[in-house]
């Protein structure tokens, strides 16, 4: 082969970067050689000759036409082995006719050239095949990258749902203008429709109408800035409802910087919305709580700089704010004081708690006694004191009236002859004064507590309990007789008892006053024997002390009645000097014959009887008077006497009543008396303020249910609760919300005792307490609470889906690699955290947050193991448990025993087996938890003891068992036979150092 005579552009023999045009020539004829050889340079890569297609290694063949039909055959077989790939074939032809007549030649060649033909021509007609080769050679490149780049777009599109079926956020793919291209299957659970209601829509079309137009402009950011997005907005769900949700959205670009696609993960922030919107409202009622505060408050940090105060610290103290966060705390002290504030600081920091009684110096000078309290807490890591400071002056004041109350009652109760008590409804006694301590020579704590019985013994105890039974049981005061034993005798009380009514501390309790009546029943007794003495004494015994008004008009009666017991009643005047008061009979005057009698025991004040003669012409001037007499003269000083302290007994038991009026008046809770039918026989003052009204007066005689709002049920329940208390049943405190007159809604507390109304009927005695501040306070606390549980609800969920990811992540690695044994690895794994991912879905499922139905709980596990194990045994699973729940801390490590003796079941004890059979039984008894697994395979190798501690499986069961403090026990005879129990516990903590 010669140099060509005419040289041919190199670029038209570069078929590609690296790859020059190789030349096949199969030529026969000599001036057709000739003709090639002034064409091709001697540096081109060419081959003479073509026996075979073994080596197909040239990118153009020139032959003629006694070459082709020598090789036509190899020529076609070559075509075929190379196609699609483009292989010119060039005739040298030097007989026109001929070839344009042989149609097997036209349909195989490329081109054809005749001879004879200029060198320059036939140069030209191989620079056109060798171009035509080179374009189909880059095809075919083209083609190649192409397959190998859908090959890993086929390998990413698959990792990609993988992980978007995994998730339990919302994956989609979006056209430029928002049009869905896919959905994953969490958009049923998050807004309701299925992945095919939504592909070929608009995802702007379901948002919110609001958040739309905030965010539609925001659609170009992607293309002007290509950064990635976040969007929070409101979702419309199938149910016509909208949730609030964020969207994460990546722009994804072509070659040419145009956007192609936009790929979003979209997930559920409704409760974290609810959740920022509660801390915001708790944030505004903190601060107006901590603004309407009645006292004084405060938070100081370490170093005792002022950190907050309210509005009220500043004005009582006269400050300023600027002043204030300038101070130390003890500017605000006497020099005095300091040793004692800075101890409570110290303590507050040391124990948490601090109190103190001190007084505050406000700017001008003054003292304000304060009680102060201060409690610590942290922040930010971080030692705070808060506190709050009580103004005492108010206090104080009412303490020192309250005690000047406390000492006049005192006097009151202990300055009597009478003897005064007070019982609950058992008979004990709660209170008793001087006159009863001194008369039966007992002191305070020797009485109070005690019965009756226990004091006097059984036969006293019979008689006054049953008084005190009526007294308590109708609510009505009693007058009675009763005998005690003073001494080695009894005596005889005229007692009143009555029940007190609306006295806190003091519920069902009765009090009773009694006065010493034993001389005038033993006096009696004496006059019965005398008829004259005995009417004297009858018609004076007989002025009930009832019937008059006081003392006065009393002794005013028993003056006449005294000439009438003497011998001498027509020549008898008589006179009775009482408390700076005389009155005389009408003839009265001061004789030499005068029979006189008198009494101190009326409250110191004495009582003074003259019996005078005013003719004595038959009277004996040694001894006017009988000694009967004189007995007599005694024993109706001793009548008056006490009918004279039962009157100022009855004025002082006006005074009390008229106190425990005030008393129930002042009470801040509502009193009221109510008919069967609801209407209002009496109400304190109180009361009335509360149901929104000025007196008691406005509500008299109404009807208390139209006086309050109450919806339909709520009024229903009140009015038969009523009844029920009227017709003696025993009913609970019932709370109720109502709506008063100014339209405030309160919480009323009612307890209620049926009693006797004046006009006879059987009313409702009802004290109700506010306590709307307590109820509404623990509302917040049950919102709280549900809150919290919602909280660790979506803890265990996003616990799940982390673990999902995990094991989604687990599950992408395995299918990078051909190792077997890392794969075993990788799925065993993924079976482990699949086992405890299964344990928080199951909790965030359930109703309890902490414990878990273990039962049904390892059915759905042994589910999925089945599931991730793939091989060609008929496995006969049973399971056979009971119902019981079991705490999270004991399940994870029990599930994930349970989880590698099935795994390991199903892998290798049935080799070489059709079939086989594991049983499963867990049951509780008696508190113990016992667990088994027996398969009928081919069990455990005969040196698995010694390589035991080589099994990661055999490691983490040992580990477990020792967690559960376990007792385990493994058989190897005709399969294996594992089992283990536990007690039963509440377990605090991790669940598993495994986890």
């Avoid at 004494?537 to 003056?559: F, G, H, P």
């Avoid at 359930?846 to 194990?869: A, D, H, R, V």
Wanted: include cysteine; charged fraction near 30%.
């Amino acid at each position: 082969m010669k140099k060509s005579e005419i040289e041919m552009d190199s670029n038209s023999l570069l078929l590609s970067d690296d790859h020059r045009a190789t030349i096949l020539i199969s030529v026969k004829d000599p001036d057709g050689i000739q003709l090639i050889q002034q064409c091709i340079p001697d540096s081109l890569n060419f081959k003479i000759g073509f026996n075979n297609t073994a080596d197909i290694d040239f990118d153009l063949c020139i032959m003629d036409e006694i070459s082709f039909s020598e090789n036509e055959e190899l020529f076609h077989k070559c075509k075929e082995e190379t196609a699609p790939l483009f292989l010119p074939f060039l005739l040298l032809s030097a007989n026109r006719q001929a070839t344009r007549q042989n149609e097997t030649i036209w349909e195989f060649v490329d081109d054809v050239v005749y001879t004879p033909i200029t060198p320059q021509q036939l140069k030209t007609r191989i620079k056109i095949l060798l171009k035509q080769r080179s374009y189909s050679l880059k095809l075919e490149q083209k083609n190649k990258e192409l397959a190998k780049k859908n090959e890993q777009l086929k390998t990413e599109k698959e990792k990609f749902q993988l992980l978007a079926e995994n998730s339990t956020d919302m994956i989609s793919r979006h056209a430029p203008d928002g049009t869905y291209k896919y959905v994953s299957q969490s958009s049923k659970e998050l807004i309701g429709y299925e992945p095919e209601e939504l592909v070929g829509h608009n995802g702007f079309d379901n948002m919110h109408p609001e958040d739309r137009s905030r965010l539609e402009g925001k659609a170009m950011d992607f293309q002007e800035r290509g950064e990635i997005q976040r969007w929070v907005f409101r979702k419309g769900t199938k149910l016509g409802t909208y949730k609030w949700t964020e969207s994460v959205m990546r722009p994804i670009f072509d070659e040419n910087g145009d956007l192609i696609e936009i790929q979003a993960s979209t997930r559920d922030i409704s409760d974290r919305k609810r959740y920022e919107q509660k801390l915001e409202e708790e944030k505004a009622f903190t601060n107006t709580a901590i603004g309407s505060l009645p006292g004084l408050f405060y938070v100081v940090d370490k170093e005792g700089n002022y950190i907050r105060w309210n509005d009220n610290f500043a004005q009582e103290l006269g400050y300023s704010g600027e002043e204030i966060a300038q101070m130390d705390p003890l500017d605000f002290y006497q020099q005095e004081d300091h040793d004692l504030v800075k101890s409570k600081i110290a303590q507050a920091f040391e124990t948490g708690h601090a109190d103190a009684e001190v007084e505050l110096k406000t700017k001008e000078g003054a003292l304000i006694p304060y009680y102060i309290t201060a409690k610590r807490f942290t922040k930010g890591g971080e030692e705070f004191i808060v506190g709050t400071c009580m103004n005492l002056s108010e206090i104080k004041e009412a303490e020192y009236e309250l005690e000047q109350q406390r000492l006049l009652l005192d006097a009151i109760i202990n300055q009597t002859e009478a003897i005064i008590y007070v019982k609950d409804s058992e008979g004990r006694m709660r209170l008793v004064n001087n006159s009863y301590k001194e008369l039966f020579g007992l002191e305070g704590h020797q009485i109070i507590g005690k019965t009756d019985k226990q004091l006097f013994g059984d036969e006293l105890h019979k008689n006054v309990r049953g008084n005190d039974k009526k007294v308590l049981e109708k609510g009505q005061t009693i007058e009675v007789e009763e005998q005690l034993p003073i001494g080695d005798g009894i005596r005889h009380y005229h007692t009143i008892k009555y029940p007190l009514k609306g006295v806190p501390g003091f519920e069902n309790c009765l009090c009773g006053i009694s006065t010493d009546i034993t001389d005038r029943k033993q006096t009696l007794q004496k006059l019965n024997e005398r008829i004259k003495e005995q009417r004297c004494l009858y018609s004076i015994s007989n002025l009930s002390e009832q019937d008059y008004a006081n003392a006065s008009e009393l002794l005013a009666k028993a003056v006449e009645y005294l000439p009438q017991g003497l011998q001498y009643p027509d020549l008898t005047e008589a006179a009775i000097t009482f408390d700076g008061n005389t009155f005389i009979t009408d003839n009265f005057r001061e004789t030499d014959w005068e029979l006189s009698a008198e009494s101190t025991r009326i409250e110191g004040k004495p009582l003074k009887i003259q019996l005078v003669y005013t003719d004595t012409g038959t009277i004996s001037k040694e001894d006017p008077f009988l000694k009967e007499e004189r007995q007599l003269l005694d024993s109706i000083v001793q009548t008056l006497t006490s009918q004279i302290d039962r009157i100022l007994a009855r004025e002082k038991l006006q005074e009390s009543q008229q106190r425990w009026e005030t008393l129930v008046q002042n009470d801040p809770n509502l009193i009221q008396l109510l008919d069967p039918e609801g209407n209002i026989k009496y109400i304190n003052q109180s009361g009335a303020a509360i149901l929104g009204f000025k007196t008691p007066y406005e509500l008299i005689g109404k009807n208390y249910f139209d006086l309050i709002t109450l919806d339909e049920k709520e009024r229903k329940l009140a009015q038969k609760w009523i009844k029920d208390v009227i017709n003696g049943k025993e009913k609970e405190i019932h709370t109720y919300k109502i709506t008063v007159n100014n339209g405030t809604e309160l919480y009323l507390e009612s307890q209620g005792v049926p009693i006797k109304l004046d006009d006879g009927q059987v009313g409702l005695q009802l004290v109700a307490q506010d306590v709307t501040e307590r109820v509404k306070s623990e509302i917040e606390l049950k919102e709280s609470l549900k809150e919290k549980e919602t909280l660790l609800q979506e803890i265990h969920h996003r616990v799940k889906n982390n673990l999902a990811v995990v094991s989604g992540m687990l599950q992408l690695q395995s299918f990078n690699t051909d190792n077997k044994e890392v794969i075993k690895l990788l799925t065993d794994s993924e079976k482990r955290i699949q086992t405890m991912a299964l344990i928080h879905e199951k909790l965030y499922e359930s109703s309890s947050l902490s414990k878990i139905s273990f039962g049904p709980y390892i059915k759905e596990l042994i589910e999925n193991i089945k599931q991730m194990t793939i091989n060609g045994e008929e496995i006969d699973l049973q399971l056979d448990y009971n119902s019981f729940a079991l705490n999270v801390n004991q399940a994870v490590p029990c599930a994930l025993i349970l989880n590698e003796v099935i795994s390991n079941a199903y892998e290798h004890a049935f080799k070489g087996r059709k079939e086989g059979r594991i049983l499963i039984s867990i049951k509780q008894r008696d508190n113990i938890i016992h667990v088994r697994v027996k398969d009928n395979g081919r069990g455990l190798d005969a040196d698995f003891v010694e390589k035991k501690n080589e099994s990661l499986g055999f490691t983490i069961i040992d580990t477990l068992i020792e967690q559960l403090h376990a007792d385990l026990n493994i058989n190897n005879e005709n399969g294996l036979d594992l089992s283990f129990s536990f007690d039963k516990q509440e377990v605090k903590g991790s669940s598993s150092s495994l986890i």
